[in-house]
């Protein structure tokens, strides 16, 4: 803005600030400058119930542990 006052030709300078607004307005992400969306929290979520058995906290399923003896 500053370049306009002295620049000889401030139509190119208007052309070009013009340019990076459009660019700018093009670039940026939707949400960005949106007060709701800066604040908004997913809804909460249910913490997964623990393990019951030490196969089901590697991984192993339910099945595997009834099968499962202790051997």
């Known amino acids: 803005m500053q370049a306009l006052k002295t620049h ?3 139509a190119t300078v208007q052309d ?3 340019r990076a607004r459009r660019r700018i307005a093009v670039t940026t992400p ?3 400058g949106s007060r709701a ?3 908004a929290r997913p809804p909460p979520t249910r913490p997964a119930p623990p ?3 030490s196969i089901e906290a590697v ?3 339910a099945d595997e542990a ?5 051997d």
């Not at 009834?66 to 202790?70: N, W």
Request: hydrophobic share 30%; aromatic share 4%.
């Open 66 to 70: 009834a099968r499962d003896h202790g």
């Open 51 to 53: 393990p019951r058995t």
């Open 37 to 39: 969306s800066a604040f």
């Open 30 to 32: 939707e949400g960005v």
């Open 59 to 61: 991984g192993g399923s």
């Open 16 to 18: 070009a600030i013009a």
């Open 8 to 10: 000889p030709e401030p």
